[in-house]
């Protein structure tokens, strides 16, 4: 655990953007039921979109809402598109997200989902939010949570995007452990058909809409391993009932490669890239991506 924290605190500072409205990060308290504590921030721009979309960015392990919100470009994405960001934390003491209990990984079970959803319905209702775009994107411990929050409310998100995570359910433990070693170095490997009926499970019996998926993985990252990307991807095009073979290949920039498979899901491997892979304008690929680049 403290090696993935200390690697993951290297990435304070990567994408630092100064904000040049006036608009300020606020703190949301009694926001709804919050089993684990969480804080909730959230940034509304200046000029906001009507009917805005609602953005949830779950930090990485070490971090916190506010720094997600300093050291990402999603505020002034915001700023640009008129959408609002909601930046949870973690109070425990590790500041890593709950993807490892039982009851993180079933719909409205209780811990950390729970209190996350509760700030995306606050945020609807507050800023007169549209139902329709509602998103999620995280780093790490984010990404993990990502994955787990579109299992868990595939009704209420409309697209995810997942920067160096884990497929849903792969972090689980049953001894109150959060770390999964296994899951970590690539080694928890199911077939497509497997890891869809994970994530299913943590809605019995929804049949509506699934999330539309965006994931990011660099092929040096020691901290949670490349073989990690394959198997999210086997997860979210067997969801949406899709081969694994992608309709499309390309490179958007040197080391590169992106799979597109259908319009559902996406992933981006980088080449010779570690865990700390999130550099100047990958948010906003994963904005466009949304389509919260767009009224």
């Not at 170095?185 to 943590?202: C, E, F, Y």
């Not at 590169?256 to 319009?263: C, E, G, K, L």
Request: aromatic share 10%; glycine share 8%; proline share 7%.
């Amino acid at each position: 655990m403290f090696r993935m924290a200390l690697a993951l605190a290297v990435l304070l500072g990567l994408v630092v953007t100064p904000q040049a409205s006036a608009a300020a990060l606020v703190e949301v308290t009694n926001f709804g039921p919050n089993p684990s504590n969480l804080r909730m921030h959230v940034y509304r721009p200046d000029r906001v979109a009507a009917r805005p979309g609602i953005l949830l960015a779950p930090h990485y392990c070490t971090g916190s809402g506010p720094e997600m919100h300093r050291n990402t470009e999603f505020a002034t994405l915001a700023d640009q598109y008129g959408f609002v960001v909601i930046y949870p934390s973690v109070t425990r003491a590790e500041k890593c997200f709950d993807v490892s209990s039982p009851q993180a990984l079933r719909r409205d079970a209780g811990s950390d989902p729970v209190g996350l959803i509760s700030m995306v319905r606050w945020s609807l209702r507050q800023y007169r939010g549209n139902p329709a775009r509602v998103y999620v994107t995280g780093i790490s411990s984010g990404a993990m949570m990502t994955n787990v929050m579109v299992a868990n409310y595939p009704d209420v998100f409309n697209a995810g995007a997942a920067f160096a995570g884990v497929p849903d359910g792969c972090f689980a433990t049953n001894n109150g452990s959060s770390w999964n070693t296994e899951c970590a170095n690539g080694l928890v490997l199911k077939t497509p058909q497997q890891w869809g009926d994970i994530a299913r499970s943590a809605f019995p019996g929804y049949t509506g809409k699934r999330p539309r998926m965006q994931l990011w993985h660099g092929t040096a990252d020691d901290v949670l391993r490349y073989p990690n990307l394959g198997e999210e991807i086997d997860q979210w095009t067997n969801v949406h009932r899709l081969s694994t073979t992608p309709t499309s290949t390309d490179q958007p920039q040197p080391n590169w490669t992106r799979r597109r498979y259908s319009d559902k899901v996406e992933s981006y491997s980088l080449q010779d890239v570690g865990h700390n892979l999130m550099a100047s304008g990958m948010a906003l690929r994963a904005i466009q991506f949304f389509g919260l680049d767009r009224g």
